[in-house]
């Protein structure tokens, strides 16, 4: 009987220890989402620019592996 007490203080007090969202709670959210947002922009431009680089690089590839089969069959 005592241990539930001793509980149902605790949980009290970890209750009230619990405080309500702030103005300056709200302000660092929308600052860390706006970061998170820019930066998404960001990784979004850097990973076209990859594609394209990427996609450059296997079409000049593929010109040269055709180039070298054309040039041995001409032989």
Known sequence: MALTKKLKNK???LKSNISPMSVTDLK???LNLTTLGISFTQ???LL???LVSISIGYT???WFLMYEKNKSKSK
């Open 11 to 13: 949980k009290m007090n």
């Open 28 to 30: 660092i959210y929308c």
């Open 43 to 45: 990784i979004d431009i």
């Open 48 to 50: 076209k620019v990859i």
């Open 60 to 62: 000049l590839h593929k």
